[in-house]
């Protein structure tokens, strides 16, 4: 009989992760999950709490524990990737983390990037920028991706993969707020902000996304990998499908050139080419075919 993997995960507590940690203990995996214990985890998940800023918070919570996979939900910054390095190596053999397709924000292709448009090796982290502060983090995620990523890859303690995930929909429990955003004005006809030149994006569902981390645990290729469901979507299209759980609603989409936009408006293409984890050997779904789903998952308790 096979040995039971341990695996240890970073975050954990909602959306993407609970989901994840559920899969892991249906395959017979031993998890842990690491976070500040503000929510407990799901049931039969082991729950440590610390700080992940604080390098000796982390330490005392692991105590002497290895892992066979560490899967990082929660790496922001190149400041977290480096504590996370120096904790893991040597107590970890692979280690799985969570980035976002907001590492190609300055890669505005008209066909869908692949991972090597945006080379971690290439990139040079700067663990002096004031990572701390809420307001530079919000507005530098990307590249607080792209330096956590350049940082794992610099110094490899363990075998590494960033899994670039595409934008997440579905689920009753997200709580982004993004497409109820949408289902806000098109119930009362408020005009939605878009650019002017607004590009379409990839997408997957939240359950996807589960089930592609909980894939990767067991995988060992490495480095970058881009995780999205096949297909486009414009926010027209993504407003055609709220409009559908709001029949005296009306969309109004309103071009600005400049100020703030509705989110999944973009003016620059956010499209992933998925080619590599194909090839690996997952398999991912349409998803003109399961947003329907997701937006009657987001709005139910709203419509």
């Given amino acids: 009989m096979e040995k039971a993997r341990e695996i240890l995960v970073i975050g954990g507590n909602r959306y993407v992760g609970k989901r994840l940690v559920t899969r892991l203990l249906a395959a017979g995996d031993r998890v842990t999950v690491l976070n500040r214990g503000s929510s407990a985890p799901p049931s039969g998940a082991t729950r440590l709490a610390a700080d992940r800023d604080d390098e000796s918070s982390v330490r005392r919570a692991l105590g002497s524990r290895t892992f066979d996979v560490v899967i990082d939900q929660v790496c922001y910054t190149p400041r977290q990737a480096e504590i996370a390095l120096r904790v893991f190596t040597g107590r970890t053999r692979r280690y799985v983390m969570t980035s976002t397709v907001e590492v190609y924000e300055y890669e505005d292709s008209i ?76 119930r009362t006809g408020e005009p939605v902000a878009v650019p002017v030149d607004n590009q379409p994006a990839t997408y997957i569902h939240v359950e996807e996304i589960a089930d592609f981390l909980a894939w990767t645990a067991g995988q060992d290729f490495t480095g970058p990998v881009n995780a999205a469901s096949h297909g486009l979507l414009s926010t027209e299209e993504l407003c055609e499908a709220v409009t ?60």
Avoid at 142 to 157: D, H, I, L, M, T
Avoid at 270 to 286: K, V
């Fill in 111 to 186: 066909v869908p990037v692949r991972e090597d448009a945006v080379d971690p090796t290439t990139v040079s982290a700067d663990v002096d920028l004031p990572w701390d502060v809420p307001e530079f983090l919000d507005s530098h995620y990307g590249e607080g991706k792209r330096q956590a990523e350049s940082v794992f890859v610099a110094s490899p303690g363990f075998s590494f993969t960033a899994v670039r995930v595409a934008h997440v929909l579905g689920g009753a429990d997200d709580f982004t707020g993004r497409l109820s955003h949408y289902a806000d004005r098109i």
């Fill in 244 to 303: 559908a759980h709001f029949p005296e609603g009306r969309t109004v989409l309103q071009p600005v050139e400049v100020g703030e936009v509705s989110p999944f408006s973009f003016t620059r293409s956010y499209g992933m080419d998925n080619s590599r984890a194909t090839r690996l050997g997952f398999t991912f779904g349409d998803v003109r075919k399961w947003l329907p789903q997701a937006v009657a998952e987001t709005l139910g308790t709203r419509t």
